[in-house]
């Protein structure tokens, strides 16, 4: 049974900061791409960053550069995204995507990140 649980979501004042984390279990994570995205009220679901299965190839949203790391463990079989200097407009529910070698793609159920300014 694939799961993804994310955790790590909060309340924070505007300026502080976070860490995501998202434990996999079910398919072979370390030859699985992990991204997280994140979805805001009424708004599409957007890609905030993107790590290649060895870490070696990492992207990140134009909006987060800078201030948001993505990173893994696949000891641990976990992504975590380490979210600094948060403002108002990361307000979202974050979630977490594993693309598998054979491209078959799984979601998290989501944490909320809400930054109060």
């Given amino acids: 049974q694939v799961q993804l ?4 979501g ?4 505007s300026g502080g900061s976070l860490r995501l984390s998202c434990a996999a279990s ?3 994570f370390s030859t699985s791409a992990m991204s997280w995205y994140r979805q805001a009220p009424g708004k599409e679901r957007e890609l905030v960053a993107t790590i290649s299965s060895a870490g070696n190839n990492i992207n990140y949203a ?4 800078g201030r ?3 990173s893994r463990d696949n000891a641990k079989k976990t992504v975590y995204l380490r ?11 974050y979630y977490c ?9 799984y979601w998290g159920q989501g944490t909320q990140v809400t930054v109060s300014s």
């Fill in 97 to 105: 995507k594993a693309q598998t070698y054979f491209h078959t793609t």
């Fill in 68 to 70: 948001f790391t993505i």
């Fill in 83 to 93: 979210m600094n200097s948060l403002k108002p407009e990361d307000t979202a529910a």
């Fill in 5 to 8: 649980v994310e955790s790590g």
């Fill in 10 to 13: 909060g309340l924070v004042q």
């Fill in 26 to 28: 079910g398919f072979t």
């Fill in 62 to 65: 134009d909006s987060v550069r």
